[in-house]
T-cell receptor, first 114, second 112 residues
Framework: EAGVAQSPRYKIIEKRQSVAFWCNPI?????LYWYQQILGQGPKLLIQ????????DSQLPKDRFSAERLKGVDSTLKIQPAKLEDSAVYLC????????????FGSGTRLTVV | DAKTTQPTSMDCAEGRAANLPCNHS???????VYWYRQIHSQGPQYIIH???NNETNEMASLIITEDRKSSTLILPHATLRDTAVYYC?????????????FGGGTRLMVKP
């Protein structure tokens, strides 16, 4: 089966600019996650979707981050305006619904804010 | 989610078994133990998961103690390509929807 697709692979922007990341999950996976991974740390969950509804966005900095999953398939994560500390890899993952199933991660988007 | 404790780093000789320990002393009865690994510049990769019984697949074996307070991931014949950060995660079943919460993981270095 095709994996989780993410684009772009790399992005460099100046602080205060905006940026958007795209994710296409595995077909049929109802649950989609966005994680932020700062260099040297484990991934940190930002937001979880079940179909097109938000399940948990408690860790999402809502003053500058936003995410949507229209039609319950593809998802976009946006940062506006970006700060230097947003430099990280942004990972998208998808899974079937339920605790028994593992996640499949994409390769991520490496964001550098200068 | 229950917190897990893993060694920060480990070395293993190529061709030998790699045994990666994980403590999860506050695990609840319906929580699964998951193992993921992350090779440099890639997203985390699922390895194995279990609830109570030991599990084995083509990648690894998972040994869970009877009291479920700790587990060990075993890579039976480590290769250089197994060099990665290995994450042990206890997956909650909370109202927020069962997300995976990653800790710092164990950096495994397989040496020739």
């Amino acid at each position: 089966e095709a994996g989780v697709a993410q684009s772009p692979r790399y992005k460099i922007i100046e602080k205060r600019q905006s940026v958007a990341f795209w994710c296409n999950p595995i077909s049929g996976h109802a649950t989609l996650y966005w994680y932020q991974q700062i260099l040297g740390q484990g991934p940190k969950l930002l937001i979880q979707f079940q179909n097109n509804g938000v399940v948990d966005d408690s860790q999402l900095p809502k003053d500058r981050f936003s995410a949507e999953r229209l039609k319950g398939v593809d998802s976009t994560l946006k940062i506006q305006p970006a700060k230097l500390e947003d430099s990280a890899v942004y990972l998208c993952a998808s899974s079937l619904a339920g605790t028994r199933y593992g996640y499949t991660f994409g390769s991520g988007t490496r964001l550098t804010v200068v | 989610d229950a917190k897990t404790t893993q060694p920060t780093s480990m070395d293993c000789a190529e061709g030998r078994a790699a045994n990666l320990p994980c403590n999860h002393s506050t695990i609840s009865g319906n929580e699964y133990v998951y193992w993921y690994r992350q090779i440099h510049s890639q997203g985390p990769q699922y390895i194995i998961h279990g609830l109570k019984n030991n599990e084995t697949n083509e990648m690894a074996s998972l040994i869970i103690t009877e009291d479920r307070k700790s587990s060990t991931l075993i890579l039976p014949h480590a290769t250089l390509r197994d060099t990665a950060v290995y994450y042990c995660i206890v997956r909650g079943n909370n109202n927020a929807g069962n997300m995976l919460t990653f800790g710092g993981g164990t950096r495994l270095m397989v040496k020739p």
